[in-house]
């Protein structure tokens, strides 16, 4: 993460918006097509959630598992004090936030959704099913979706919009997951492809952490992309539905990170020793034009 010397507020400004950019190029790029008196509420949400999210996936490489449980509980404290009115006063994330949700109102139940993922993955929970994989992709994605849905509707369209912003979170979280197996594995020790799908495809684990690509693996990667892709759809609607400004964003963001998956099928569906990533030119064509299914059908007839 960028480190500056912060001595006035726009030095504060400069590190959210460089750390949100550090973080995912993705979602910042498409933040700039947001309005901009939004954008920076944006930057330091998603810098909440990946002080929640660098808990579970990296500081407990640091402290081991019981010490990283204790620090998502701290983080949960931490919130309380925030949410209400009384963030640390030392720490700029918190104080930035409790500025943000003074003037925003933030729904509570998604920050907290959050951390309860944290503590899932904390907790080693397996993920057995897909009713799991779509519960887990929730906590840890609809959430964002449904914490980030004051900056781009109405407040009266909120309840009516906060189903959509939830799948289109879930749909990133599996393609996520589809991305980072071999990441997973490798330096967290954990798989959130469903076991259940893995003995149906007749992938054994071992494989998996040996990074071979057996013959079922590609149609267990499918029926994964399947699920995210079904969400995707399902979540379109909603973003139809915002303003402008915010709909050109959120679609924006959701081709981007859609195409990651046939990124993962030009790999030949080696997520297990590569990672797939969708270059800067391409997501500047999908803001454009959205080819997703016209090269997910061609990369097929290749294979």
């Known amino acids: 993460m960028p480190s500056l010397s912060l001595d006035s507020r726009a030095d504060e400004d400069q590190w959210i918006w460089e750390s949100f950019r550090y973080h995912s190029r993705t979602f910042s790029l498409a933040a700039y097509l947001l309005p901009s008196s939004v954008q920076m509420s944006v930057a330091t949400l998603y810098l909440y959630c990946r002080r929640v999210d660098s808990i579970a996936d990296q500081r407990v490489l640091e402290v081991g598992r019981e010490r990283a449980l204790q620090e998502v509980k701290r983080v949960r404290d931490r919130l309380d004090d925030t949410l209400a009115g009384h963030p640390p006063d030392n720490t700029v994330l918190w104080r930035r936030l409790a500025e943000v949700n003074d003037d925003t109102s933030l729904p509570e139940e998604p920050l907290y959704e959050l951390i309860e993922g944290a503590i899932w993955d904390l907790e080693g929970r397996p993920i057995e099913s897909k009713a799991d994989l779509v519960d887990y992709s929730n906590l ?141 030119r391409r997501k500047l064509s999908l803001m454009v034009f959205d080819g997703y299914h016209r090269r997910k059908r061609r990369l097929a007839s290749e294979t």
């Open 140 to 280: 840890v994605g609809g959430s964002v979706g449904a914490m980030m849905l004051p900056f781009l509707a109405d407040d009266d369209r909120h309840d009516t919009l906060e189903p959509a912003a939830r799948r289109l979170g879930i749909a990133m979280q599996i393609t996520n997951i589809v991305r980072d197996v071999g990441e997973d594995i490798d330096d967290l020790d954990r798989v959130y492809l469903p076991s259940r799908w893995l003995d149906t495809h007749e992938v054994p684990e071992e494989d998996l952490r040996a990074a071979r690509i057996t013959n079922g693996y590609p149609t267990l990667l499918e029926e994964a992309m399947e699920t995210a892709e079904k969400y995707y759809q399902e979540s379109f609607d909603g973003v139809a539905a915002l303003p402008f400004r915010s709909r050109y964003g959120i679609r924006s963001a959701a081709r981007m990170y859609r195409e990651i998956m046939n990124e993962v099928r030009a790999n030949d569906y080696d997520n297990l020793s590569q990672r797939a990533y969708v270059p800067f």
